[in-house]
């Protein structure tokens, strides 16, 4: 067996980090659903590590040890976009929407649940195929898929990676498609030219190298007081991701800097190291997935999958009667299928795709990424950890 050190795995993740980035340019259409390159390359090196098994061992072992820290990494920058000012900036537009979507989330893993049960599956399995990767994402499914192997479900890491690749592509191709229908039925047009609100109220620009040095500093501050918070909550017997302490103190961290400019966030550079650390984690997680654990799952799999379309489809209605029942409701209407099934990254290029078609909706490109990107993300992992403590 070849056994591949700390070092050789961080650089077989960043080569397939690149290997994706080269088949989404190869491919276009990888790009036009927005299939992360991590992704990608994360699962061409599993498909041929999958091939190269003999007797049913393993040829290549991999050290997995940066794993978690690069994990806890990204979801501490994420913290770091948890800003009240942000909130207020959108009005009551962003505190309706978040509702929206966290009754969404709730839906999602009442209806996966239920519908596991009923196949004999365990209801967990439906929860995971519910808000964890489809509101949450490939990041969120496959942080959490540990919580749900621990719980029971087996091949919970394949499950969350296959049911978040599904979700990218159904909501880019069907989100789009639901708003403009809404759009093209009623008739709707856009209220006039307005200006994109601005969010944000940064310093001067500063020197790029000491950006990024203070957003170091700044999440691995997080990251360290972060890990008294998850000792607490574990001392509780609450079960969470490693990440939620540091999340948190990311957050706490980011509104004390919104008011005391010594403790200012450089945003940019905190999204920066971020990527990179959510590439890495997003690679090495999957190039260790066991493939074949998916053929038993492949059917019960899809039978969940139809059904959330089905709901969020639903919900798309309920997002544009709420939202305002105007134009930039109707796109708000396309990027809620779009993150609720995918990514923030399918919900932009939906609105993107509708505005392009039938003009703006600055309303729709403020609240939509504020919720898509940043709120959700916190009520969505109370949602799962309160399902993993009733059903786990």
Request: proline share 5%; net charge positive.
């Amino acid at each position: 067996m070849l056994a591949l050190g700390l070092t050789e795995t961080l650089a077989l993740a960043a080569l397939a980090v690149a290997a994706g980035q080269g088949l989404r340019r190869t491919l276009p259409v990888l790009a036009r659903y927005d299939l992360p390159a991590p992704v990608l390359g994360g699962l061409l090196v599993a498909l041929a590590v999958s091939l190269l098994r003999r007797d049913g061992q393993d040829v290549v072992r991999f050290d997995t040890t940066a794993q978690t820290p690069l994990m806890i990494a990204f979801f501490t920058t994420v913290g770091f976009s948890a800003s009240l000012r942000l909130l207020r900036a959108g009005g009551a537009q962003v505190a309706w929407f978040l509702a929206i979507a966290a009754l969404a989330a709730l839906a999602q893993n009442l209806l996966g649940a239920g519908l596991a049960a009923a196949m004999g599956l365990p209801p967990l399995l439906g929860v995971l195929a519910g808000s964890v990767t489809l509101t949450g994402g490939p990041a969120t499914g496959i942080a959490f898929a540990p919580l749900f192997e621990q719980a029971g479900v087996g091949g919970a890491t394949v499950v969350a990676v296959s049911a978040a690749m599904a979700g990218i592509v159904m909501g880019g191709l069907f989100g789009g498609p639901l708003a403009g229908r809404i759009i093209a039925r009623r008739g709707l047009r856009p209220a006039g030219q307005a200006a994109h609100a601005a969010t944000a109220d940064d310093p001067p620009p500063v020197d790029s190298g000491a950006a990024l040095l203070r957003a170091v500093i700044l999440i691995l501050l997080a990251m360290w007081l972060g890990g008294y918070l998850s000792r607490g909550f574990a001392a509780l017997g609450v079960t969470l991701p490693a990440y939620i302490g540091a999340m948190l103190a990311a957050a706490v961290l980011r509104n004390l800097g919104d008011r005391q400019p010594l403790l200012h966030v450089p945003v940019q550079a905190v999204e920066d190291v971020g990527a990179v650390a959510l590439s890495l984690f997003i690679a090495m997680a999957l190039m260790t997935l066991k493939l074949w654990q998916l053929a038993a799952l492949a059917l019960p799999l899809l039978a969940l999958l139809a059904a959330q379309a089905l709901l969020l489809a639903g919900l798309c209605q309920l997002v544009f009667r709420l939202m305002g029942g105007d134009f930039d409701a109707a796109v708000m209407a396309g990027g809620f299928y779009g993150f609720m099934m995918g990514t923030t990254a399918n919900a932009v290029a939906n609105m993107q795709t509708l505005t392009d078609r039938y003009g703006p909706a600055p309303r729709a490109f403020l609240v939509v990424p504020l919720v898509g990107a940043f709120f959700i993300d916190f009520v969505n992992a109370l949602l799962i950890t309160v399902f993993l403590n009733v059903l786990g």
